[in-house]
Nanobody
Framework: QVQLVESGGGSVQAGGSLRLSCAPN????????MAWFRQVPGKEREGVAA??????????YYGDSVKGRFTISQDSANNSAYLQMNSLKLEDTAMYYC?????????????????????WGKGTLVTISS
């Protein structure tokens, strides 16, 4: 069973930055489709960013609300995925979840919700204050 452990959440003022980390207990993260989602109570889960490096390159895709501010990356040496969040806004406040899937993926389909991820972390809370 794949387990994902997120870290890096916390409270920061608007305009600040945070970096979320996700460490799955898999042999090699480069063969996995990795993604970040977020959810606010009472609202639907939103795809934030996804990455797939199994094809040799690094295909990424971002939700419209975070494009230009967030960056998803993957580090094979540390077997971890990251979400660098800059220029944070009040509306970025949410529980952030890391997700993984052992199958090849198109990141755009993951973010838009057309590709179901197999494994999920328990989430890390991000709170943005004014």
């Amino acid at each position: 069973q794949v387990q994902l452990v997120e870290s890096g959440g916390g409270s920061v003022q608007a305009g600040g930055s945070l970096r979320l980390s996700c460490a799955p207990n898999v042999y090699t993260i480069s063969s996995y489709c990795m993604a970040w989602f977020r959810q606010v109570p009472g609202k639907e889960r939103e795809g934030v960013a996804a990455i797939y490096t199994g094809g040799g390159g690094a295909a990424t895709y971002y939700g419209d609300s975070v494009k230009g501010r967030f960056t998803i990356s993957q580090d094979s040496a540390n077997n971890s995925a990251y979400l660098q969040m800059n220029s944070l806004k009040l509306e970025d406040t949410a529980m952030y979840y890391c997700a993984a899937d052992p199958n090849p993926c198109v990141p755009r389909y993951v973010v838009l919700g057309y590709f179901a991820m197999s494994y999920w972390g328990k989430g890390t809370l991000v709170t943005i204050s004014s």
